[in-house]
């Protein structure tokens, strides 16, 4: 009898749609004050063992990601979603216990016969990092 491989898992953490007054565009209608921008994020987590107590502790705690989000988003005017994506990226990949991130922005209210447009970046650390 053959014995079955071992379990291979992956963790995700999920943030949909997180909604941010942003200072972002090229455009003179987008450089007149912010614009809502919706952000996702998606974190990949290396192996961790089930909590076992039922504690914050115990897991990443994913409210740094809204507040670097919210962070960024105040800090500064962004020309670009693409330049907003990477420091978001950054902040996400910084964290040890992250593998890997999706992150999409989507601003859905330049074109009024668009749901949306946006931009996203997947990245993973490699085994030097």
Known sequence: MTTPPPFEETRRILLRRYEVEVRMGIHDF?????QRLWV???LWLGPREAPKADQIEEV??????REAIGRLAASR????????????MDACLARDEVTGALVRTEKPDVYP????VGFELT??????D
Do not use: C, I, M
């Open 123 to 128: 990245r993973f650390k490699t085994g030097a």
């Open 40 to 42: 996702t994020v998606e």
């Open 60 to 65: 990443l705690d994913y409210d740094f990601l």
């Open 77 to 88: 005017h962004f020309n670009l979603q693409e330049t907003f994506v990477e420091a978001v």
């Open 30 to 34: 987008e450089q007149a004050g912010p």
């Open 113 to 116: 016969d668009t749901e949306a």
